[in-house]
């Protein structure tokens, strides 16, 4: 079974940077997605890339803002996010998928426990 770590939230000021982290205990899925629930919220896909990393997915909402990349060891996948808004902030989760749409939830099977960012505006 996969287990996934996602590390990098915190407290940022609107329009600053932040990069999140995803560890993933072996590599095995087919692709890694990065989602964010905030209170009240249903959860959102915000962006997926294939393992080979040749192949990448956002939200409408993220595109041109953030950029997700994966190692060459496939086990560990970055979420650069660039000039947040207050919109932004949510508990960011990383899930790895082996089929299914990216941006469907129920495609993952596996998802870490999320990391909390706090967007101050």
């Known amino acids: 079974q996969v287990q996934l770590v996602e590390s990098g939230g915190g407290l940022v000021q609107a329009g600053e940077s932040l990069r999140l982290t995803c560890k993933a205990s072996e590599a095995t899925s087919r692709f890694i997605g990065w989602f964010r629930q905030a209170p009240g919220k249903e959860r959102e896909y915000v962006a997926g890339?294939?393992?080979?990393?040749?192949?990448?997915g956002y939200g409408d909402s993220v595109k041109g803002r953030f950029t997700i990349s994966i190692d060459s060891a496939k086990t560990t996948v970055h979420l650069q996010m660039n000039r947040v808004s207050a919109a932004d902030t949510a508990k960011y989760f990383c899930?790895?998928?082996?089929?299914?749409?990216?941006?469907?939830?129920?495609?993952?099977?596996?998802w870490g426990q999320g990391t909390q960012v706090t967007v101050s505006s």
């Open positions: 890339i294939s393992e080979s990393g040749l192949t990448t």
């Open positions: 899930a790895a998928g082996i089929s299914g749409r990216w941006e469907v939830p129920t495609s993952y099977p596996y």
